[in-house]
């Protein structure tokens, strides 16, 4: 059973516009949250992070919320550029050394 | 060269050949990883090695034999596998200090193609 879902497989923004990615966890004990940016013929490569006694962290354009009561995650990219499109994933972790990954949602920003 | 590294880039293979997939981290991190990537699937980890041994194997067929000569390097050896093994296949590295949460930086991946 999945530990950690991506239900969007895709999303399509304008540039200039906020893109918001989604992603739920079942499992209490991960306390450690990351996503990761994959383009096509590439590895995923670690984008940001929060840990659980955050609800909040931002880097640039990017900003990422935990809710912990509603084992959800979010990704805000704000404004989105068209370099942006990519398949974004979310991962989850309980300890170190242990990840789960969703299966990713593709972002298709539009000039 | 810097970050993980993979060769090959690309693998074709029949069920009766034996193969391997090489990793590489240039990064100084003393854990390394194996995962699969399935098409419309999540990650799924297959082993992981902390500094040189094997702590993880998530229940994966014999067909594949990891093998982490030291902390640098680490092999995929594949040997009479399934159509379905068919995937894109990646390893990644950290560094892991007990109590601190790590971050994985992945390799470009092997696409695997089993006929």
């Known amino acids: 059973d999945q530990q950690v879902k991506q239900n969007s497989p895709s999303l399509s923004v304008q540039e200039g516009r906020i893109s918001i990615l989604n992603c739920d966890y079942t499992?209490?004990?991960?306390?450690?949250f990351l996503w990761y940016k994959k383009y096509p013929a590439e590895g995923p490569t670690f984008l940001i992070s929060?840990?659980?006694?955050?609800d909040k962290n931002e880097d640039g354009r990017f900003t990422v919320f935990l809710n912990k009561s509603a084992k959800h995650l979010s990704l805000h990219i704000v404004p989105s550029q068209p370099g942006d499109s990519a398949v974004y994933f979310c991962?989850?972790?309980?300890?170190?050394?242990?990840?789960?990954f969703g299966s990713g949602t593709k972002l298709n920003v539009k000039p | 060269e810097t970050g993980v590294t993979q060769t090959p880039r690309h693998l074709v293979m029949g069920m009766t050949n034996k193969k391997s997939l090489k990793c590489e981290q240039h990064?100084?991190?003393?854990?390394m990883y194996w995962y699969k990537q399935s098409a419309k699937k999540p990650l799924e980890l297959m082993f992981v090695y902390n500094f040189k041994e094997q702590t993880e194997n998530n229940s994966v067929p014999s067909r594949f034999s990891p093998e982490c000569p030291n902390s640098s390097h680490l092999f995929l050896h594949l040997h009479t596998l399934q159509p379905e093994d068919s995937a894109l296949y990646l390893c990644?590295?950290?560094?892991?200090?007990?109590?601190?949460?790590?971050?994985?930086?992945f390799g470009p991946g092997t696409r695997l193609t089993v006929l």
């Open positions: 499992n209490s004990m991960f306390d450690y």
């Open positions: 990644a590295s950290s560094q892991v200090d007990r109590g601190a949460p790590d971050t994985q930086y």
């Open positions: 990064l100084g991190h003393n854990a």
């Open positions: 991962a989850a972790s309980p300890h170190f050394n242990k990840f789960y």
């Open positions: 929060i840990s659980s006694i955050k």
